[in-house]
């Protein structure tokens, strides 16, 4: 049965796919990761230089879904309020009443989520976590599904309030968003310099649909020796000597949490279910470490004058541990 509604949900992600394909180019895996964090109620964070359509990204895939999209430019000036909402005072009236923020949707965009200050950047990272917010004395639920997606430029520093560990740590996943190729770079410039401009996308998948699917996930079988590959994998993080890559000691700095073996898990469920399997094969944890793992390892001083990166690491790590 499970394999079944697999199959159906499947069709469904090709028909996303396929209407995102119409104003969204040359970004597939990209958009499968992303699907792979709103399938297992995750967060996700986007780096890449302006122009490669991320906020496109994100509202073209509330509409193919029928969900709210809010988008909060993040600015130097910002106030946790301007995020989370407050109370207005009602002259009329002589009460206070309750101003929701941006934050109240479906998909948020947090765009340029380095460039608020500490304060405003711990309101949204609470609200991700928490799925909450208090104004005044009510605490208000957000409504399901609830995604936030946070940008950020890696090319200027100058201004930005760079996340702390603890709180990046808090994103599901960190896609990477790179330059199309020569082949999607023409189809783009074709697309954009048309005289009638792209069309809206339709919904292809509606809330209850994507929430049952949820729930299906969840029920996607995980084998022992696939758990505790997933733990050889967070453990060569945190003490690569044990498992024979001593080069990899010294150039990190501290491993993978917790939440980095949760998040594969689950992430490793997503793929499967997209790929319409009842269980969860090792190449799923592969596919998906790259963007579970690559900001929760922190890399020495030494291993950022060698211009390593975490992907090298890891990439060292999945050929290093013996796949079950």
Known sequence: MLIIKSLLFS?????????????????????????????????????????LAKTLMVKSIAQATDAKFSRIQFTPDLLPADVTGTLIYNQQ???????????????????????????????????????QVTIGNETYQFD??????????????????????AQIDRFMMKIIVDYPGETEEQRIIRSQIQEKPAALINPVITIKELLAARHEVR???????IEQYIVKLVFATRFPEKYGL????????????????????????????????????????KAMCKPVFRHRIGLTYEAQADKISSDHIVEEILNKIQTP
């Open 219 to 225: 029920r996607i079988t995980l084998d022992e020796k």
């Open 11 to 51: 069709m469904q992600i090709e028909s996303l796919q396929n209407a995102l394909s119409k104003v969204i180019i040359g970004q597939e895996i990209i958009l499968k990761k992303i699907f792979a964090a709103l399938l297992t109620s995750g967060h996700i964070l986007l780096e890449g230089v302006p122009g």
């Open 246 to 285: 001593n080069n990899l000691k010294s150039q990190i700095g501290y491993g993978a949490s917790p939440r980095a073996g949760i998040n594969l898990a689950l992430a490793a469920k997503a793929n499967a279910y997209m790929e319409s399997r009842g269980f969860v094969l090792p190449e799923d944890i």
């Open 93 to 131: 009236s002589g009460g206070f009443s309750v101003r929701k923020g941006p934050i109240f949707g479906n998909f948020i965009l947090a765009d340029e989520i380095n460039r608020a200050p500490a304060k405003v950047q711990s309101a949204l990272l609470e609200a991700m976590q928490e799925r």
């Open 144 to 165: 399901e599904p609830f995604m936030v997606l946070a940008t950020q430029n890696p090319l200027e520093h100058e201004g930005t309030y760079p996340l702390p560990e």
